[in-house]
């Protein structure tokens, strides 16, 4: 198994390094929707393939693929360590919601009634704008 996966490519190796010298505040400005679309392929994906049995590399190798597609050419970042896991944790929460089973969720992720709202409301505006135009953006 190859350890150093960017081992002799260096434009990759470059892009990272790169990666330094961009703002932190500029590349996490644009991460949660990003988040929700890549959430949102690796799911069609997944479930799409989950018809037919695969090994993981091969099912790793078709995500790969899917995401390529979708993202190809593109920079991201995507957050690690506690901001990765409550973006995570926001996306589940949102997907659980049903309008009446708050108190439930409260419990479950030990929230508070307006962290919750704040929570729902944030990614309401992600998932929204992820499916629908800005009819009032500039073009």
């Given at each position: 198994m190859q350890t150093d996966l960017f081992e002799g490519d260096p434009d990759a190796q470059q892009l990272f390094d790169h990666m330094d010298k961009i703002p932190v505040n500029e590349l996490e400005r644009q991460w949660p929707q990003m988040l929700v679309a890549l959430i949102?392929?690796?799911?069609?994906?997944?479930?799409?393939?989950?018809?037919?049995?695969?090994?993981?590399?091969?099912?790793?190798?078709?995500?790969?693929?899917?995401m390529s597609h979708y993202m190809g050419g593109r920079s991201y970042y995507l957050p690690n360590g506690e901001v990765l896991f409550n973006s995570l944790r926001d996306d589940k929460i949102y997907r659980?919601?049903?309008?009446?089973?708050?108190?439930?969720?409260?419990?479950?992720?030990?929230?508070?009634?307006?962290?919750?709202?704040?929570?729902?409301s944030r990614q309401r505006k992600l998932h929204m704008s992820r499916y629908q135009r800005d009819l009032f953006a500039s073009h």
């Open positions: 949102d392929v690796l799911e069609c994906e997944i479930k799409r393939q989950a018809k037919t049995p695969h090994e993981p590399r091969q099912l790793a190798r078709k995500l790969a693929a899917a659980e919601y049903d309008g009446r089973n708050m108190t439930a969720l409260l419990k479950k992720y030990r929230l508070g009634q307006t962290q919750f709202y704040r929570i729902i």
